[in-house]
C-alpha cells in the first residue's frame, strides 16, 4: 500500500488516492479540508527531494504557474514543504489527457483540433507574456474536459526567460517527438519553440501520425534538425491547403519562419475557420529544401547517456525501441567547454576600460560646463516640446527623431532626448531624440457568446481591462457575454475600459401557458413562443388528424416561468390514443406496464422513461437507440427527430428492461451515415430511476464532420 495514502499536509491536505505516476513526481487525489473540496497533490519523489536541481525544477513548476491565471491553464491553489516532502497543490482536472483522445479517436476532425489548438496557444501567450516558456508542450500534458476545454499543465521545465539567462550549455529537457530543432541542439529557446511543439501537435491530430519517428531519441531528434515532415495532405488528401500551411509553418526549422507569437498563429486559424478556401502562400512545392550535410552538435552524445548532477544513470546505452515510448521525457545537453580563462580575462579587460572611460567622463564634464568656443553649443531641455516646434526653436541643432508608443506625452512630443540637458555640443550636431506616438489604439475582439472566463482572456491579449455588468438575457445562456461597450471591432486607446455584459439566465417573469389543444403543431409553436416558453414537439400514436395536438404535459392556465419546456404530444394519424395525459398532466401509461407488468411474449418488464438532453448547437436530423452494453441488444425503439426542435432542452425514450442495466445511446446522423457512443446510463427497472454517465456533447459534431471527410 502506498504510505502517503492518509498522510495529512500541512494539517490540511488529507491524500486520499493515488491518481498517476511521473517521471520526477506522484500525483494524488486529495481533500482540502479548510475549503472541503477536491484537489490534485504533486508529491516530488523520494529519490529526488535531496537533490538540489530536482527540488529547483520542482519549485519553478509552481512558480511558473503562480503567476498565470487563465481558463486553459491549471490552476495552482498552493505550495508547500513538509518535512522531506515537495508538494504542490493544484485543481483536479476531470478528463483525458490529448493524447489519451488521439488514440481513441485516431485522426481528430479539423474543426476539433482548431478548436482545442487556439485554446492551447491563447494559454501559451499568456505565459509568453509573463516571460515563461513551457518548453514541454505534448500531448501528455494537455488535458481535454469533457465540455471541450482545454487545459495545459506541467510547467517543471518552464524557463523564465526574461529573469534567467540562457546558454547554449543549459540542460534543454522535454519529450523528443515534440522538441524543436534548436531546442534539440541546445540552443537558446524562446516563445518560437513552444509554437513549434503545437504545429507537431496539430500534425498529429490531423494525420493520425507523429510527423517524426524512429528507433531511437537520437534518431527522431536528428530528423527534427534535419528533415523535412511529410505533407499533412499526403496522409489525408482531404486536408485544407490553408490549414495545411498553418501546420507547416508553424514547423518551420528556422525559428525566423515561424509563428513568431501564439497570437499570429492564433490570427492565421480564425481566418481559415472563416474562409477554408484561403490560401496564405507560406509554403510552395516542394517542401523540402536543400540542407548543409555537416555534422550539427547534437545533445545525445553517440551511444552514451551523459550523467547528471541531479541523477545517476546505470546503462551507458541509449534505450531501445522497447525501452521508450511517447511519455518519457529525454536529457538533451551540448558538449561543455571551459570557458573560465577566456571570461576571466575578457572580464578584466572590460573593467579597466569602464574604469578608464569612467575617469575621462568625470573630468571632461567638469571641464565642459561652459562652452568653449563660438561652434559649442549648451543642450537644452527638448522634452515635453513638440517636435516640429522644437527644431523651429533649436536651429543649431539637428534633431533626428524615432517613433514609440507612449500613455503619458501626445502624439508628436518629445518624450527622452539623446544628449542630457546642459551638455556641451556641437553646433549642428545630430541629437536623437524619441517622439510619442500616443497611446496605442487596438480594436475591441468580437466576445458576444462568449464565456465570460473566454471573452476576459480574450481582452487580456490585447492589454485592455474589462469591467464585468450582469444583465437578463432570453436568448444568451448565464455566464455567456450578451454584449460589450464599445462594440466589437472598435478602436479604442490600449488599457480602455471595456464594459461587458454577462447574462445572468432569461428573465424570471412569470407567464401563463396557454391552452394549444386540438391546434396545428405550428399554431402551438407559435403561441408557446409568444408566452415565452420553448415548445417541444413529440408525436404519437392518434386517431386524430395528422399534425394536430392531442395534449399538452402543463396543462392551460398554470404559472410557470419563463423559457420553461412545454411539451405537446402531436397525432401521427395512424394510432387510436387519443390522449396519454389525463387533466393533472401526468403520464398515463398502459396498467400492465405501470408496475413492471407482463409484455407481449410473456416476458416480464418494467418501463422507464430516460431523458437524453440535446445540445444548443445541434440543428440537423439524428436518431436514437438505448442498447445494453453488454450484449448490444436495444432496449427502445430506434428514435428520430429534428435536434432543432429540441436544442437546449432534452427529449424523452421509453426503455423496458428488469433488474439493473447499463445502457448506451446511440447516436446516427442519416445524412452522413456516421454513428457514435452520446452517453451511457445505469438504469435500475426496480425502482425507475436511472443516472446519465459520460455524456459527449461532442457527439452531434463529431458525427457531422466526420461524414464530410
Not at 630 to 646: I, L, P
Not at 651 to 666: D, N, T, W
Request: aromatic share 8%; charged share 25%.
Amino acid at each position: 500500500m502506498d504510505n502517503m495514502i492518509g498522510l495529512r499536509l500541512d494539517g490540511r491536505y488529507e491524500i486520499i488516492d493515488r491518481l498517476g505516476i511521473g517521471g520526477m513526481s506522484d500525483v494524488y487525489i486529495g481533500r482540502d479540508i479548510m475549503e472541503n473540496r477536491s484537489v490534485a497533490v504533486k508529491i516530488l519523489k523520494a529519490e529526488f527531494s535531496s537533490n538540489a536541481e530536482f527540488v529547483r525544477c520542482f519549485r519553478n513548476e509552481s512558480k511558473a504557474i503562480a503567476v498565470l491565471s487563465h481558463p486553459n491553464i491549471v490552476k495552482i491553489f498552493d505550495v508547500g514543504h513538509e518535512k522531506d516532502l515537495e508538494f504542490i497543490v493544484m485543481e483536479r482536472i476531470e478528463g483525458i489527457t490529448l493524447k489519451e483522445y488521439i488514440d481513441q479517436v485516431g485522426i481528430v476532425p479539423w474543426r476539433e483540433c482548431v478548436h482545442y489548438t487556439i485554446q492551447i496557444l491563447r494559454a501559451l501567450q499568456l505565459a509568453h507574456d509573463r516571460g515563461i516558456i513551457h518548453r514541454d508542450i505534448k500531448p501528455q500534458n494537455i488535458m481535454k474536459l469533457s465540455d471541450g476545454t482545454i487545459k495545459v499543465m506541467d510547467f517543471g521545465i518552464a524557463n523564465f526567460s526574461r529573469q534567467t539567462p540562457q546558454n547554449t550549455g543549459e540542460k534543454t529537457m522535454g519529450s523528443v517527438h515534440y522538441v524543436s530543432p534548436e531546442q534539440a541542439r541546445g540552443e537558446r529557446t524562446d516563445e518560437r519553440s513552444d509554437i513549434y511543439s503545437v504545429g507537431v501537435i496539430m500534425y498529429e491530430m490531423l494525420t493520425g501520425r507523429k510527423p517524426f519517428d524512429g528507433e531511437t531519441p537520437v534518431s527522431v531528434a536528428l530528423k527534427h534538425m534535419n528533415e523535412e515532415p511529410v505533407r499533412p495532405s499526403e496522409y489525408v488528401s482531404t486536408m485544407y491547403k490553408g490549414l495545411e500551411e498553418i501546420i507547416l509553418r508553424a514547423m518551420e526549422k528556422d525559428p525566423d519562419q515561424r509563428y513568431q507569437s501564439a497570437t499570429g498563429m492564433i490570427g492565421d486559424i480564425e481566418a481559415f475557420k472563416q474562409d477554408q478556401s484561403i490560401v496564405f502562400g507560406y509554403t510552395s512545392e516542394p517542401v523540402s529544401r536543400p540542407r548543409s550535410k555537416k555534422k550539427l552538435p547534437f545533445a545525445f552524445p553517440a551511444g552514451r547517456r551523459r550523467k547528471t548532477a541531479a541523477q545517476e544513470y546505470v546503462e551507458e546505452d541509449i534505450p531501445s525501441q522497447e525501452e521508450y515510448d511517447d511519455d518519457e521525457d529525454y536529457e538533451i545537453e551540448e558538449p561543455r567547454h571551459n570557458y573560465i580563462l577566456p571570461i576571466l580575462t575578457a572580464t578584466t579587460v572590460t573593467v579597466m576600460i569602464v574604469a578608464v572611460l569612467f575617469v575621462a567622463h568625470v573630468v571632461l564634464s567638469s571641464l565642459k560646463t561652459a562652452p568653449s568656443s563660438s561652434n559649442d553649443y549648451t543642450m537644452p531641455s527638448l522634452i515635453g516640446l513638440n517636435f516640429y516646434d522644437a527644431r523651429a526653436q533649436y536651429p543649431d541643432i539637428q534633431l533626428v527623431a524615432s517613433e514609440e508608443y507612449n500613455s503619458e506625452y501626445p502624439s508628436g512630443v518629445i518624450i527622452e532626448q539623446g544628449k542630457a540637458e546642459g551638455r556641451i555640443v556641437k553646433k549642428g550636431s545630430a541629437i536623437t531624440v524619441i517622439v510619442s506616438k500616443g497611446t496605442r489604439s487596438v480594436t475591441v475582439p468580437d466576445v458576444v457568446n462568449y464565456h465570460f472566463n473566454s471573452a476576459s482572456a480574450a481582452l487580456d491579449g490585447e492589454n485592455l481591462k474589462y469591467l464585468r455588468i450582469e444583465t437578463e438575457s432570453d436568448d444568451i445562456a448565464a455566464e455567456y457575454v450578451v454584449r460589450t461597450d464599445p462594440e466589437a471591432y472598435t478602436s479604442v486607446e490600449e488599457g480602455s475600459t471595456v464594459k461587458v455584459y454577462v447574462s445572468i439566465g432569461p428573465s424570471t417573469e412569470d407567464t401563463t401557458v396557454p391552452d394549444v389543444k386540438g391546434r396545428t403543431v405550428s399554431e402551438a409553436e407559435d403561441m408557446l413562443k409568444a408566452a415565452y416558453l420553448v415548445p417541444k414537439v413529440q408525436y404519437i400514436e392518434s386517431s386524430e388528424p395528422l399534425d394536430t395536438v392531442v395534449s399538452q404535459n402543463i396543462i392551460e392556465g398554470e404559472v410557470v416561468t419563463r423559457n420553461t419546456v412545454v411539451t405537446i404530444y402531436v397525432s401521427d394519424g395512424n394510432g387510436t390514443v387519443s390522449d396519454p395525459f389525463d387533466d393533472t398532466g401526468d403520464i398515463d401509461l398502459p396498467e400492465n406496464l405501470e408496475q413492471g407488468g407482463v409484455l407481449p411474449g410473456g416476458q416480464t418488464q418494467s418501463y422507464v422513461v430516460v431523458r437524453v438532453d440535446i445540445p444548443a448547437s445541434a440543428s440537423n436530423t439524428y436518431s436514437i437507440v438505448l442498447e445494453n452494453t453488454q450484449n448490444g441488444e436495444a432496449m427502445s425503439e430506434s428514435v428520430f427527430f429534428s435536434a432543432s426542435n429540441y436544442a437546449g432542452s432534452y427529449i424523452e425514450i421509453p426503455v423496458y428492461g428488469s433488474g439493473s442495466v447499463e445502457l448506451s445511446a446511440r447516436l446516427k446522423s442519416p445524412r452522413t451515415g456516421m454513428y457514435t457512443q452520446l452517453a451511457q446510463y445505469d438504469v435500475n427497472f426496480e425502482d425507475g430511476s436511472w443516472v446519465c454517465k459520460n455524456y459527449s456533447s461532442f457527439a452531434f459534431a463529431l458525427i457531422d464532420v466526420n461524414g464530410l471527410f
